[in-house]
């Protein structure tokens, strides 16, 4: 199994709907992290979690909002999608010592 | 703020060529610099890290890496590239501390010609 599970892999959701983009991690792993990939832009950080009680917006976290369930879950959600929302997740977790991060697989989200 | 800069968008190399792709960051302290590759229709995958220590850093799949701190650079290189290193390539640098975020650059994408 990968340490880090990003669910669903692939999803075409209307505007305006709410949408729930989870991740979950066995790595035991404090920090976790949500990124978009957009062609041309590399990743950009959307938010990140230092743990249950820590959370924190990256450079682009208009337009979402997370969750750190448990030190392994960490979801990021949609409240209203839009189109410009169309891109690549990917979850990351990181350990505090250890600068090294884990990648999931990826979500690629589509917003029709 | 940190910062990193891939200058290559899109590289076309011959398969059996040397590879170099540029890597400059911007960074206060220290850096923690990675290189990751991603293959069409994956995730990332770690090449290579830097810490500390040896500026020459090897990695998986024959790659290496040079830190150069006068010239903010951390370069990857192969010296003979394959068909299947056609890919994705983000340089990252780590921001330690309270932050302790992971920055990437925008990519560069390699194209392999046979």
């Known amino acids: 199994d990968a340490d880090v599970t990003q669910t669903p892999r692939n999803r075409i959701t209307k505007t305006g709907k709410r949408i729930m983009l989870e991740c979950s991690q066995t790595k035991g792993h404090d920090r976790m992290y949500w990124y978009r990939q957009d062609p041309g832009l590399g990743l950009r950080l959307i938010y990140y979690s230092f743990d249950v009680k820590d959370i924190n917006k990256g450079e682009i976290s208009d337009g979402y909002s997370v969750s750190r369930q448990a030190q392994a879950k960490f979801s990021l959600s949609l409240e209203s999608a839009i189109p410009n929302q169309t891109a690549l997740y990917f979850c990351?977790?990181?350990?505090?010592?250890?600068?090294?991060?884990?990648f999931g697989q990826g979500t690629r989200l589509t917003v029709v | 703020a940190q910062s990193v800069t891939q200058p290559d968008i899109h590289i076309t190399v011959s398969e059996g060529a040397s590879l170099e792709l540029r890597c400059n960051y911007s960074?206060?302290?220290?850096?923690?610099l990675f290189w990751y590759v991603q293959s069409p229709g994956q995730g990332l995958q770690l090449l290579l890290k830097y810490f500390s220590g040896d500026t020459l850093v090897q990695g998986i799949k024959g790659f290496e890496a040079e830190f150069k701190r006068s010239q903010s650079s951390f370069n990857l290189r192969k010296p003979s590239v394959h068909w299947s290193d056609a890919a994705e390539y983000f340089c990252a640098v780590f921001e330690a501390g309270t932050a302790s975020k992971l920055t990437f650059g925008t990519g560069t994408r390699l194209q392999v010609t046979l």
């Open positions: 960074y206060g302290a220290t850096p923690y």
């Open positions: 990351a977790t990181k350990d505090t010592v250890d600068a090294e991060a884990f």
